[in-house]
């Protein structure tokens, strides 16, 4: 199996480095590591990579210039795999991405997350394959806001919906949760059909996209 | 926000409500500019600028007879120029003496009348203009040390200028305009009448004996009529004017201009502290923050490497999870130092994550069309933070609520709790800071928190551009 070939965009040279390394460490390709969002759009058409790594805040207005390289790269590519690394939580820089066309292969995840190592190089490789994994703390804060439909779900579902939308598969959730693979199945069933949602997604990418695409459009 | 100017206004002030609408005028000039004419006629501007002006007359009257005295000398010599003028001669040292004397009197006696009168001007110019302020200052017990001081103080001259000018313009100027307008007006439009009584009208050099031939007069005079508001509010404008001048306390106007220049200095300031906050995030974020991540990044890799259960792997491991803990030590470090959310995104972005940090539950309802000026934003967010952790630390809540919404040119922010309430302004509760900072940028708080609760508190910032 040929190594997934990486386009990684840092500005800051030692995280760069760093994460170059690690990207070779787990057998990725890194074809190019640039610092700015300019370098970023040249060196995806040059190389085609499989995979865009990229921080958000980046030169020359260090605010979201990554973000948008990011959008404006899958309305070209749509099928290109972008994993986003954010400041701060920002639910609305997760809904950007994914609105970018279906939102499969689209990762935002806090930048601090590639500390676990591990952990991230199983992220890349998730959304390279198409997965859309949002970080834990984004599905956490929109948990957390009141006056969403949310508050119909138990503890027990919200659980299951957190996981859910990191991108993990119903036995992944079954073995986290410490049950059994049908009952995560139930939970699944039953968070849809509380939040109005069609049943007939069997995909687990789906149902997160449609869960975050249904919180995105409820007003306060 | 229709349902709480309705209601009996349950916030204590640190200043006093203002109306939503505009502030109602406060002279005739801005009265005659900004009512559309039907509502300045049926002000009470007209009737305030004619008996303002009608006073005018009388008091010049009044005073051109009580200056007489005073004046006298001045009067002869303006009959022995006149007599000059006629041929006749007079004797240089008669002249010279009648000017000595007659401005000697004037100006020694002069301030006599010239204060109190400026005293009966302020009180008679409230019909017609906000209050003046005397600029005399306290002369305390005696004769001569009231006369010392009054007579060496800037105030009293430019009182007595304004009694020279009164009688000798603003006087005229009133009768004038009563005459011609308030006057004449009324007595063409009776021509028609007077006419058909059988009278004679003459009007020089025509006579009129037809009530007929007198239509025109009477025409005339419904437009003199018409016209008299527009003109006594304007001669009481002018009147107005000239004791602004010449009437009021400089002082306090100086003093003004100080404010003013302290209260900008005041919004430099805290501009100032932002922008500095803002590059220490920023060295913070582009240094010690990722020096960490890469570390932590490092050990992470290390940790992969060691043998599993061998002693290094477990020290590498906590030294890891020791790295995660400073990142997020740092992390909520930096964002107290400045929000980067709110200077990227904004207020709708940055009060909702504010309120996911809050130990009680908050319900946020933003409503702003995008981003403001910067200074309202930060000074809004710092406002949301600070009620927030004050509803954490003291009102025993157990949820919040948010709301920011545009009200015209002004944020208003607001969050109600549903604890114990009772909370006091002065009580060291952080109230008193956040009071001062919402007024550096010309806003206003209001705080209702009865015992029991609920706990509003309310701020409005004007999005005006900074300075």
Request: aromatic residues 4%; glycine residues 8%; hydrophobic residues 45%.
């Amino acid at each position: 199996m040929s190594s997934i070939r990486v386009v990684l965009a840092e500005d800051g040279a030692l995280l760069r480095e760093g994460l170059a390394g690690l990207l070779q460490r787990f057998g990725f390709e890194v074809a190019a590591a640039v610092g700015d969002a300019e370098a970023l759009v040249g060196a995806v058409d040059e190389h085609e990579p499989d995979l865009v790594v990229t921080d958000i805040r980046m030169p020359p207005g260090f605010s979201d210039e990554g973000l948008r390289a990011a959008v404006r790269m899958r309305l070209r590519r749509p099928s290109l795999p972008v994993v986003a690394l954010s400041q701060y939580v920002e639910s609305s820089y997760a809904a950007e991405l994914l609105d970018s066309q279906n939102g499969r292969g689209i990762g935002y995840v806090l930048k601090e997350r590639v500390v676990d190592v591990a952990d991230f190089a199983d992220t890349l490789r998730r959304v390279h394959g198409g997965g859309t994994v949002i970080d834990p703390a984004v599905v956490r804060q929109l948990v957390r806001r009141r006056s969403t439909p949310l508050e119909r779900l138990s503890e027990r579902e919200r659980e299951v919906l957190a996981l859910l939308a990191e991108g993990h598969s119903n036995a992944r959730i079954a073995r986290d949760l410490v049950v059994s693979e049908p009952t995560v199945g139930k939970h699944i069933g039953n968070i849809l059909a509380k939040l109005d949602l069609p049943p007939d997604g069997t995909d687990v990418d789906r149902r997160v996209m449609a869960v975050l695409t249904y919180l995105r459009e409820q007003p306060e | 926000m229709s349902e709480e100017s309705a209601a009996p206004d349950p916030y204590r002030g640190t200043q006093p409500e203002m109306g939503r609408e505009p502030p109602p005028p406060r002279t005739p000039l801005e009265a005659l500019r900004r009512l559309p004419h039907r509502r300045f006629l049926l002000s009470s501007w007209p009737w305030r600028s004619l008996l303002h002006l009608a006073s005018t007359a009388a008091v010049g009257a009044v005073l051109a007879g009580l200056i007489v005295p005073i004046t006298f000398p001045l009067l002869v010599l303006a009959d022995a120029v006149e007599e000059i003028a006629r041929g006749h001669s007079r004797p240089d040292w008669f002249l010279a003496a009648l000017l000595g004397s007659g401005l000697a009197l004037l100006l020694a006696l002069g301030p006599l009348v010239a204060v109190p009168v400026a005293a009966l001007e302020r009180w008679r110019l409230r019909l017609v203009h906000p209050r003046l302020t005397s600029g005399h200052r306290p002369t305390g017990r005696g004769v001569l040390r009231w006369a010392r001081i009054r007579y060496t103080e800037a105030a009293t001259w430019r009182e007595f200028a304004y009694l020279l000018l009164l009688i000798v313009v603003v006087d005229v100027l009133s009768w004038t305009v009563l005459y011609w307008f308030a006057g004449v007006g009324p007595f063409l439009i009776a021509t028609p009448v007077i006419t058909a009584l059988g009278e004679t009208v003459a009007v020089f050099p025509w006579e009129f004996d037809t009530p007929l031939s007198t239509l025109p007069l009477a025409a005339l005079g419904t437009l003199l009529l018409l016209l008299t508001p527009y003109a006594a509010a304007l001669a009481a404008h002018a009147n107005a004017a000239l004791a602004r001048v010449l009437l009021d306390d400089r002082g306090t106007e100086e003093l003004r201009s100080e404010l003013v220049e302290v209260t900008r200095s005041r919004a430099r300031l805290v501009d100032a502290f932002e922008a500095e906050r803002r590059r220490i995030e920023r060295d913070l974020h582009d240094g010690a923050q990722q020096q960490l991540i890469s570390l932590a990044m490092q050990v992470g890799l290390a940790r992969m490497d060691a043998p599993p259960g061998s002693e290094m792997e477990r020290t590498l491991a906590s030294v890891h999870g020791q790295a995660k803990e400073i990142i997020g030590s740092l992390r909520e470090i930096v964002h107290g130092i400045h929000p980067k959310v709110l200077s990227d995104r904004g207020l709708p972005a940055a009060l909702p994550e504010l309120a996911d940090r809050s130990a009680v539950p908050v319900r946020t309802h933003v409503n702003l069309p995008g981003r403001l000026p910067a200074h309202v934003e930060n000074t809004a967010y710092y406002v949301a933070a600070e009620s927030l952790s004050n509803v954490t630390k003291h009102a025993g809540a157990t949820e919040v609520r948010l709301n920011a919404v545009l009200d015209g040119d002004t944020l208003v922010l607001e969050t109600t709790d549903d604890g114990r309430g009772g909370a006091d302004p002065g009580g060291g509760t952080g109230l008193t800071g956040l009071a001062d900072r919402v007024a550096v940028v010309g806003g206003r708080i209001w705080l209702s928190s009865p015992p029991g609760g609920p706990t509003r508190l309310r701020a409005e910032i004007p999005c005006l551009p900074s300075g």
